[in-house]
């Protein structure tokens, strides 16, 4: 049973920085692409980064130059590194992951299987 389990939401400064965690239990699978995505009040969910079993990263613009995507394949954790991050980042993040395929593009909803919980971030200016 594949579950994905986010961690390292919080609060943070503009300017500062956030490592968001997911962990991802229960495949085994050697192709795969995994995902950060966000969603906002109000607003729809976005896919802001990813990465593949290939690891080719791929990332919105609106978070190029600033978040980092990365994955520790021992542990199977998958990571979101963000730095100077803005008030207009403050969403409620997801990963999602989807197997026996790689990544094309940014992230689509409707392209992912599995999904974490999600982690608030809050960015005060």
């Known amino acids: 049973q594949v579950r994905l389990v986010e961690s390292g939401g919080g609060s943070v400064q503009a300017g500062g920085s956030l490592k968001l965690s997911c962990v991802v239990y229960g495949y085994t699978y050697s192709r795969y692409c995994m995902a950060w995505f966000r969603q906002a009040p109000g607003k729809e969910r976005e896919g802001i980064a990813s990465?593949?079993?290939?690891?080719?990263?791929t990332y919105a613009d609106s978070v190029k130059g600033r978040f980092t995507i990365s994955k520790d394949n021992v542990s199977n954790i998958l990571y979101l590194q963000m730095n100077s991050p803005l008030p207009d980042d403050t969403a409620m993040y997801y990963c999602a992951a989807v197997f026996f395929r790689t990544c094309s593009g940014v992230p689509l909803q409707t392209d992912f299987s599995y999904w974490g919980q999600g982690t608030q971030v809050t960015v005060s200016s």
């Open positions: 990465i593949d079993s290939a690891r080719r990263t």
